[in-house]
Nanobody, 124 residues
Framework: QVQLVESGGGMVQAGGSLQLSCLFS????????AAWFRQAPGKEREFVAA????????HYADFVKGRFTISRNNAKNTVSLQMTRLTPEDTAVYFC?????????????????WGQGTQVTVSS
């Protein structure tokens, strides 16, 4: 089993930045990919960014390209999401996810493990 714990959420003004972190623990040896999703009130969960270990590739939703960066720190067993130029539309609960295999990076069904989420609120 793998446990994921997100941190780093909070409140920020429009135009500001936040860095989210996802700490991996447990049987992480077979994890092949990690991603961030978000869910705003009244909306479905949507893909934000993903990283595939095997291919060393990153993938981003169109609405975050150039603003968000996903990265991995092997030594700390973390995956981070650096978010810049935030807008009120980025307000949501952000979830970290991890996959034992390699599937469609943007699909929630690719991922086997999920964190509890961290709230990001961007004020105008």
């Amino acid at each position: 089993q793998v446990q994921l714990v997100e941190s780093g959420g909070g409140m920020v003004q429009a135009g500001g930045s936040l860095q989210l972190s996802c700490l991996f623990s447990g049987n992480t040896f077979d994890i092949q990919a990690a991603a961030w999703f978000r869910q705003a009130p009244g909306k479905e969960r949507e893909f934000v960014a993903a990283m595939l270990w095997k291919f060393r590739t990153t993938h981003y939703a169109d609405f975050v390209k150039g603003r968000f960066t996903i990265s991995r720190n092997n030594a700390k067993n973390t995956v981070s999401l650096q978010m810049t130029r935030l807008t009120p539309e980025d307000t949501a609960v952000y979830f970290c996810a991890a996959s034992r295999g390699v599937g469609l990076p943007s699909s929630p069904t690719t991922y086997h493990y999920w964190g509890q989420g961290t709230q990001v609120t961007v004020s105008s």
